[in-house]
């Protein structure tokens, strides 16, 4: 047992700390949301020059060849300083499926770039009505003589579609919607003819895209891993992403946590700091406990991620995590806002955009009764 | 990369908890292991049986020093020892002696006090209990006013305790008193703590039964209870830093996270073998749901044990945050209690087993019993409400 972290940790997390500091404070992060992009190179380029985007990605491509575990500090800052920089779409996603299923070639042309911060990736999932279930994929993959293939389909809330050098897509290959087999994953240039995207912005600051496939003509160098054979590899990356975003989730909980104690200690009302009612200080103690309960299962997810060979074992575990802590992303957000009183609904204060993010965490990649769902199963 | 955090025991550790599990499959009495995970209670002998049994093998009290019998294990390893004995049913331990005036005479006791009362606790020899609320002092503790007036060379002890569980199986008692006089600036000062047989002559035990109609709880009446005061520990005057150190002590083992798993596999045993529509209840979304979440948070509450344990290798005293084991253990605990009342259905309202011969039956007939005396483990041992002043206080600075 041990939960200390590394010298080599603390290293990271101090230079982090550093960056935020000194490259993204809630003003810096205000302006870059409201940029065209939606996000800053400026910060993504640091982040690669200290070394974050290599984190968990294998050393003979220039990363670190670490995990979840290792990245857990890293996710904790971005969600402590609510960094909409496209970390988990690119580390997390997109060269996650490069790194362990893509060819010699595909991973030399991706992963180094993706270290340098040169390149970031999307990943294509959802559609229409397929809610949080990996093997409802509709769109199509044709294979054509020449070993080409030809895409199909519209995917829906692309996180990152429109700012990304390449989009990560699920297509069918074969079989019918909902069939565990016949699904492939393709590695694609959004910008190719037959692709088209819609932007939008998303409720926690973030941008998206709606990614409409129509007749889109891919080499049979586009392909990652086996034909038909992809739900797997999907559900060990979308598992990871989880379990970083559970990582993330902390950060953002422990910052809403800290705010609203600091609020409470300083917001007078009644002649004394709102902090000496009763009423109020057990419910800050109830949000404590939460964060401590959320750092355990995030600890959880990450490491079964990272270590665990039996699939139905770890979806088990990081689909217990993703319950607890969707439940505890609603409770945190929703008492943080109320015990800041109309302050906590204004737009100029960081907690109400921790609010929404931690809104959409509660959601992404499976709410808690999908989980709950996959965790019985 | 170095690994950043390894979540599983050390080798060593695994390796402990091997033989803890091998030599509690060999030594629990079976017939005291189908009691505790049928619900049933256990009388005094049994509890005494397997008491004894732990003290021949030297692991009736770990935490004690190895002078006094303790093994010498860490924090760690003391954790593993009670979480496995938990998970494979053994009898509770009564903690009054073991827990709470052994480690406080370890701590603050005379040499002739611990001579005299540890090896006697440690075999067995005394059963002890707490005089600690009455009648108008609860959650504050410190109001209370049995006094203590000393003549010579003894205490004469008048007034009255309450809520004192297993004071009528109990050889002792210790006492919280009031040795100080009136006008005192703080009233924590002017307690005194104080050992008492209740063989004494002017001593009253009554039971209070409670809502599950059981008698675990009395009220103690003491009438001019002559005390010698050789039986005083620590100094007159000093009773609430005594009793300080002991309330840290009695919220680290409140998770009890190995009997919460081990009723958790239960109810969900149970509940695959009951029917809902001719189908396993446990296949019902509703209730598996509930289940789940159950499940989940006993999951991470585990590992928040753990690390809390972690912090307090080389010898950390626990801090305040170990009130949450205490908030969140035992709400897990009540949740336990609900969802298997809630999964026996309508044979859930007996109060007593239509075939008492039949172990269903008796099992099913305990189930809304348990629900009601377990409402008592968020109020006892400082209730969850003191438990979040504590945090409020001390972990995240709150004024007051």
Redesign the interface.
């Known amino acids: 047992?041990?939960?200390d972290?590394?010298e080599?940790?603390q290293q990271l997390a101090a230079s982090i700390d550093r960056f935020i500091q000194r490259d993204y404070d809630f003003a810096v992060r205000t302006k870059i949301v409201a940029s065209a992009d939606g996000w800053g190179r400026e910060g993504w380029k640091t982040m690669a020059a200290l070394g974050l985007l290599g984190l968990p990605l294998p050393a003979e491509f220039g990363g670190?060849?670490?995990g979840a575990?290792?990245s857990?500090?890293v996710m904790e800052a971005i969600g402590a300083a609510l960094i909409v920089e496209p970390y988990v779409p690119t580390v997390g996603l997109g060269a996650q499926f490069v790194a362990r299923a893509g060819t010699a070639a595909q991973k030399e042309r991706i992963l180094p770039a993706v270290v340098e911060g040169d390149l970031t990736l999307a990943f294509a999932q959802s559609e229409m009505d397929a809610r949080y279930d990996l093997a409802r994929v509709a769109a199509r993959a044709a294979k054509q003589a020449d070993g080409a293939y030809v895409l199909d389909g519209e995917k829906r809330m692309v996180v990152h579609g429109e700012g990304a050098d390449l989009v990560v897509v699920s297509a069918r290959t074969a079989g019918e919607v909902a069939d565990a087999k016949g699904i492939s994953v393709f590695v694609v240039d959004p910008r190719a003819d037959g692709v088209s995207l819609r932007g939008y912005r998303t409720i926690d600051g973030l941008r998206a895209a709606d990614i409409a496939f129509d007749g889109a003509r891919v080499g049979a160098d586009a392909l990652i891993g086996n034909e038909g054979d992809g739900l797997s590899l999907i559900e060990a990356v979308v598992d990871f992403a989880t379990a970083l975003i559970c990582a993330e989730a902390l950060g953002v909980i422990g910052y809403a946590n800290d705010a609203t104690?600091e609020y409470?200690?300083t917001r007078k009302q009644f002649g004394a700091?709102i902090?000496?009612f009763?009423a109020l200080?057990?419910r800050?103690?109830?949000l404590?406990?939460e964060h401590?309960?959320?750092?355990?299962?995030a600890?959880?997810a990450?490491?079964a991620v990272d270590t665990e060979v039996d699939a139905a074992a770890r979806k088990r575990v990081v689909s217990?995590a993703k319950?607890?802590i969707a439940?505890a992303c609603r409770r945190v957000s929703q008492e943080c806002v109320q015990l800041h009183g109309a302050m906590g609904m204004s737009d100029d204060m960081k907690v109400s955009h921790a609010f929404r993010r931690l809104t959409v965490i509660a959601q992404q990649f499976g709410d808690a009764d999908y989980h709950?769902e996959r965790?019985?199963r | 990369m170095e690994r950043a955090m390894d979540l599983n025991y050390s080798a060593d550790e695994t390796a402990f908890r091997d033989d803890v599990r091998d030599w509690l499959s060999a030594h629990l009495p079976p017939e005291l292991r189908e009691k505790v995970v049928r619900y049933e209670s256990l009388a005094k002998d049994e509890l005494i049986r397997w008491h004894r049994i732990l003290a021949a093998k030297g692991w009736i009290a770990p935490a004690w020093p190895q002078e006094w019998g303790g093994t010498g294990w860490n924090a760690v390893r003391r954790y593993i020892f009670e979480e496995e004995c938990g998970y494979a049913g053994a009898p509770p331990l009564v903690p009054f002696g073991l827990a709470m005036c052994g480690p406080v005479l370890v701590e603050f006791g005379t040499p002739e006090q611990k001579q005299r009362f540890l090896p006697r606790i440690y075999h067995g020899d005394d059963f002890w209990c707490q005089g600690y609320s009455e009648p108008n002092s609860g959650s504050d503790l410190a109001s209370l006013r049995t006094s203590a007036v000393r003549r010579g060379d003894h205490y004469v002890v008048n007034g009255q305790k309450t809520w004192t569980t297993m004071a009528h199986m109990a050889d002792w008692i210790f006492c919280l008193v009031r040795t100080g006089t009136e006008g005192e600036q703080k009233q924590q000062e002017g307690i005194s703590f104080l050992l008492i047989d209740l063989k004494t002559p002017g001593i009253a035990v009554r039971p209070l039964v409670l809502m599950d109609g059981g008698h675990e709880v009395n009220e103690v009446f003491f009438e001019d209870v002559v005390v010698p005061a050789d039986q005083l520990v620590h100094e007159e005057g000093r009773g609430w830093t005594v009793a300080k150190f002991l309330l840290g002590h009695e919220r680290m083992n409140t998770a009890r996270i190995g009997t919460s798993r081990r009723e958790l596999e239960g109810l969900k045993a149970y509940a695959a073998q009951l029917r809902k529509d001719g189908r396993p209840l446990l296949e019902d979304t509703r209730f598996r749901d509930k289940v789940s979440r159950l499940e989940i948070e006993l999951m991470a509450l585990a590992l928040t044990n753990l690390r809390f344990l972690d912090g307090l290798r080389g010898g950390h005293p626990p801090g305040a945050e170990v009130s949450m084991l205490k908030i969140k253990g035992t709400e897990i605990q009540q949740s336990l209690t609900e969802l298997m009342m809630q999964a026996a259905g309508p044979l859930a309202q007996a109060s007593t087993p239509g075939d008492a011969s039949d172990a269903d039956d008796r099992f099913a007939a305990s189930l809304s019993r348990r629900y009601c005396n377990y409402r008592k483990t968020t109020i006892y041992a400082g209730s969850n409400e003191i438990q979040r002043n504590i945090i409020a206080k001390r972990v995240l600075g709150l004024p007051s």
């Not at chain 1, 401590?292 to 299962?297: A, F, G, H, K, P």
């Open positions: 047992m041990k939960f972290r590394t080599e940790q670190f060849g670490g575990v290792d857990m500090g104690l409470l200690k700091p902090g000496t009763q200080q057990h800050v103690v109830d404590f406990i401590e309960q959320v750092r355990s299962m600890s959880l990450c490491g217990a319950v607890r439940d709950l965790f019985a």
